[in-house]
């Protein structure tokens, strides 16, 4: 068949296909269709390296399409050509499909004896390992976890119980089940199709009841500055007149205490060394009001040279501060999760020479936070004890890595900035907060530059969003946090669980069909 000539071309294809059931097309029917596709390229492997090279090319098309908005952040800096953007997309596809490759070659080790329900359950608890290792291995790169694709489903609140690596095993699971429909092979995709619209079913019914509020106000600022505009001098005085025109109270709700939120790097200061910016902030804030927004916090060496004595300027963390209506700031977070060759250059002595420079402006590289902290906020602004996590921009997708399990907040912040990533890149970014909160039974609040915006309750339901290019305000009260998931009390412990149970099942039902 010409599909098995060309089996490799076709993995490419069916990866590419398979990229479009995330967000912003949402075409899930054909995420299960290439998986589906894949599978069956992978039962007809006659070796094990033709098996991995199957997984590697789906995964090459997979993330070259997913990952396509990486490409428009090249755009914003010049020390780097454009055209390099094109190719750190395929580069870094390259690298990522390893972890596909590496499924399909388990799939092959493992399964390749057995009927297809024994290869699908082996392949899923595959699935979720290599997933999970793909967010961990050298920092990690978590986004668009194959189980994105059931946000709105009803199938993404089990990520309550199992996460959302193993939704990715639904997934596959779900292109099994399709597979044996294809083939006729009812006894393996009635139960499982069965299983999966009982899931959903349940997960649509738990959503009946309405979203729950507090009191507590919120403003959530959307400036729509571009990437380009942001740091240009001439223009700072017209981004700060937007950020200050957004930020108003309401009507007839001044006087009443509120919590602002600005984006990630939301003006061109160092707080914690420029009084007069923090006077200029506290100037827009009424009696208990509270500021949250992103900035840099500046680590210096003093250099004495001779006659010449100063401080130079060794490395930053980008920040998110709380900055009270007296000008006082309260509390700061310092992003764990940093973004390889954006907020830091890997390898700086090579590639620096090379012209490979990182591509957020700056000498020195940020360094990163010691992770997940809970920040307290003032009562005057919240008339109760209130705790609040942070999750900087890009720290939002690591699944399981979002909320200090010591210390439980009662919602998180997600100060991002999109406006680098194009199209693509801010409704992924957007999907993705959404299944933490499903994960967590946490509120999240979104501030961007460029959008999207959103304030998103415990469920995971989007309350309000401002949408991309457009500037605006949310005006709306803090939705209240639900008890801890499962997942939210266990973590990434929970898919792992999940994995273990779907190998064991293949496993016994492997040996009731060799005592046959």
């Known amino acids: ?279 200029r902030l506290a100037r827009l804030l009424g009696p208990g009001d509270a500021l949250m927004l992103g900035g840099v916090k500046p680590y210096f060496r003093v250099e004495e040279k001779g006659t010449y004595s100063g401080r130079m300027l060794i490395g930053a963390a980008n920040s998110a501060w709380v900055l009270a209506a007296d000008g006082h700031l309260l509390a700061r977070y310092d992003k764990a999760h940093l973004v390889p060759y954006g907020e830091y250059l890997p390898m700086r002595a090579l590639l620096e020479p090379l012209g490979l420079a990182r591509l957020v402006p700056g000498d020195a590289d940020f360094w990163p936070g010691p992770g997940p902290r809970t920040l307290s906020l003032p009562r005057e602004a919240t008339g109760k004890p209130l705790m609040m996590g942070v999750q900087i921009c890009y720290e939002i997708i690591f699944s399981g890595e979002v909320a200090d399990r010591a210390v439980r907040p009662d919602f998180l912040y997600n100060p991002s900035n999109d406006a680098w990533f194009g199209a693509w890149g801010p409704p992924q970014h957007l999907a993705q907060a959404r299944m933490r909160a499903i994960e967590e039974a946490l509120p999240v609040i979104r501030s961007t530059p460029t959008g999207i915006s959103a304030v998103i309750d415990a469920d995971g339901r989007l309350l309000s969003s401002i949408p991309h290019h457009q500037a605006g305000a949310i005006q709306t009260f803090l939705p209240a946090a639900a008890s801890p998931t499962p997942f939210a009390r266990h973590g990434n412990v929970m898919p792992i669980i999940f994995a273990a149970l779907l190998a064991l099942t293949a496993m016994l039902l492997a040996r009731g069909i060799r005592a046959r």
């Open 1 to 279: 068949m010409l599909l098995h000539r060309y089996a490799l071309l076709a993995a490419v294809l069916l990866g590419a296909m398979a990229a479009t059931g995330f967000a912003p097309l949402g075409l899930w029917p054909l995420t299960l269709l290439g998986m589906a596709g894949l599978i069956a390229l992978v039962e007809r492997a006659r070796h094990a390296r033709t098996a991995f090279l199957l997984g590697w090319a789906f995964g090459v098309g997979h993330f070259t399409v997913g990952n396509n908005w990486i490409a428009h952040a090249f755009t914003f800096q010049d020390a780097m050509p454009h055209w390099l953007g094109y190719c750190a997309v395929v580069a870094l596809a390259l690298y990522l499909a390893l972890y596909p490759g590496l499924a399909a070659l388990g799939l092959h080790m493992a399964g390749y004896r057995w009927p297809g329900i024994v290869k699908v359950l082996l392949f899923a608890a595959l699935w979720i390992v290599t997933e999970y290792g793909r967010a961990t291995v050298f920092t990690g790169f978590a986004w668009n976890p194959l189980g994105m694709i059931w946000l709105d489903t009803g199938l993404d609140q089990a990520s309550r119980f199992i996460g959302t690596y193993g939704l990715s095993a639904l997934a596959v699971l779900g292109a099994g089940a399709l597979l044996a429909l294809i083939r006729q092979q009812w006894h393996v995709a009635g139960p499982v199709l069965a299983s999966l619209g009982a899931l959903a079913i349940l997960g649509t019914t738990s959503l009946s009841g309405g979203p729950r509020e507090t009191d507590i106000a919120l403003t959530v600022v959307q400036p729509n500055i571009n990437q380009n505009e942001k740091y240009d001098p001439v223009r700072e005085t017209a981004n700060f007149a937007k950020l200050t025109q957004l930020s108003a109270a309401p009507a007839g709700g001044a006087g009443k205490p509120r919590l602002i939120f600005w984006p990630e790097a939301a003006v061109p200061a160092w707080l914690d060394e420029e009084p007069e910016w923090r006077e």
